[in-house]
């Protein structure tokens, strides 16, 4: 599986974004497709994942992004999309989308995906 991430950029706090990551294959309905994101001289940590097939398509996100950010997967595109409103400076990272087989005990860590797309620059100004 390969992943290709887009949709970053600057923006105003308080403005939005929608991040896309399209993944190759096809069998990408079956994988749990996560985001993460990485702040300079921070740790990557867990933003949202959203379920395959196999998983009811349920959605899980960071305390730090609920009610915010929303996750979502068109199947038929093999994409998966992380829209972005009421952004804050915090929120400032290199997002990553991932993919795997993943158990729901995993679901919020890196190791709980084997594949990962290249990153994504999002920069919120105050």
């Known amino acids: 599986v390969q992943l290709q991430a887009s949709g970053g950029g600057l923006v105003q706090a308080g403005g939005s974004l929608r991040l896309s990551c399209a993944a190759s294959?096809?069998?990408?309905?079956?994988?749990?497709m996560g985001w993460f994101r990485q702040a300079p001289g921070k740790e990557r940590e867990f933003v949202g994942a959203v379920r395959g097939s196999g998983g009811g398509g349920y959605t899980y996100y960071s305390d730090s992004v609920k009610g915010r950010f929303t996750i979502s997967r068109d199947n038929a595109k093999n994409t998966v999309y992380l829209q972005m409103n009421d952004l804050k400076p915090e929120d400032t990272a290199v997002y990553y989308c991932a993919a795997g087989r993943t158990i729901l005990s995993a679901i919020r860590t890196t190791r709980g995906y084997r594949y990962w797309g290249q990153g994504t620059l999002v920069t919120v100004s105050s």
């Open positions: 294959g096809d069998t990408f309905s079956t994988y749990t």
